[in-house]
């Protein structure tokens, strides 16, 4: 891309790597290092820097989708980027997919969505909270500066309220996401995939049972830990914090429904069977 535009979303980076999101050319920023016109910004490079009153330097770059995801604004915990990638992967969403979400919160899993689909796909997200609804639109505006066309927010209940489409994915983060395989099966196509996640074992264990009940077939329930390691030249070792347990992710597929016992898909990542 080329220089920074007047209100593109721009990345202050301190040589300490402490990150602030401001917009180029939306009046002055202050921090403790200082102050910094964001006029400056605008006809600068991704990788300059700019020198605050005090001296210090802060470099310009670019918000990845991570850096939007731990700065946007949220009234629950949002879906950590971890978890995030592993919903785009394994279930296998693509360009001009037509995705289903139901649990909204602030907006993070919807934005990587609507990125994995493309113009030509389409993502319909409902959420049963209209504070939350909000939030997540003006997340979602803010990150592609409007609210982009192929994506659709629905206040309601996704249990109790019919929905007219054929979606190839779906994707769950629900309290009790159990209750809501029913209703999203009926808009889910055969051979599509479902994506839930939950905190705990208990909540898996109640979605599971309700896949198998309802025709999924290649159940499969994993969860993801994440350690960051401090790499130098004389040793290497894992930083002293790291991203744990933030939730277990089950994938199915929906089959047709047969009375005989539905096919087990072997893991490739599972170890061998002894």
């Known amino acids: 891309m080329s220089a920074f535009q007047p209100g593109e979303l721009v990345l202050l980076t301190s040589q300490k790597g402490k990150t602030w999101l401001v917009r ?4 002055s920023f202050s921090s403790h290092l200082g102050t910094v016109d964001l006029q400056d910004v605008v006809g600068r490079e991704e990788g300059e820097f ?13 918000p990845s989708l991570g850096d939007y995801i731990h700065k946007l604004k949220r009234r629950t915990q949002v879906i950590y980027p971890k978890d995030i990638g592993a919903f ?3 279930g296998d969403i693509r360009p001009g997919d037509v995705v289903l979400e139901s649990g909204v919160g602030s907006g993070a899993l919807t934005l990587a969505l609507l990125r994995a689909v493309g113009p030509t796909g389409r ?14 639109r003006k997340n979602i505006e803010i990150f592609f500066g409007k609210n982009p066309d192929n994506h659709s927010l629905v206040v309601a209940d996704v249990t109790a309220s019919p929905l007219a489409l054929q979606a190839d994915r ?9 209750n809501a395989v029913g209703a999203v099966s009926a808009c889910l196509r055969t051979g599509g995939l479902l994506v839930s996640l939950s905190p705990q074992v208990g909540q898996v264990q109640m979605v599971c049972q309700e896949l198998k ?11 993801l830990l994440k350690r960051t390691w401090k790499i130098d030249p004389r ?10 347990h933030t939730g277990f992710i089950t994938v199915a597929k929906k089959i047709a429904r047969t009375s005989e016992e539905v096919p087990t898909i072997r893991d490739p990542e599972a170890p061998l069977p002894s």
């Open 123 to 136: 993502v319909v997200s409902v959420e049963i909270r209209p504070e939350f609804a909000e939030l997540a």
């Open 170 to 178: 779906v994707v769950l983060d629900l309290p009790e996401p159990w």
């Open 24 to 27: 180029a050319g939306a009046g």
């Open 50 to 62: 700019l020198e605050t009153t005090q001296g210090a330097k802060v470099f310009l770059f670019r």
């Open 213 to 223: 009940r309802h025709g999924y077939a290649n159940v499969t329930t994993f969860e």
């Open 235 to 244: 040793r290497a070792r894992p930083e002293d914090r790291m991203i744990g």
């Open 88 to 90: 785009l992967v394994y």
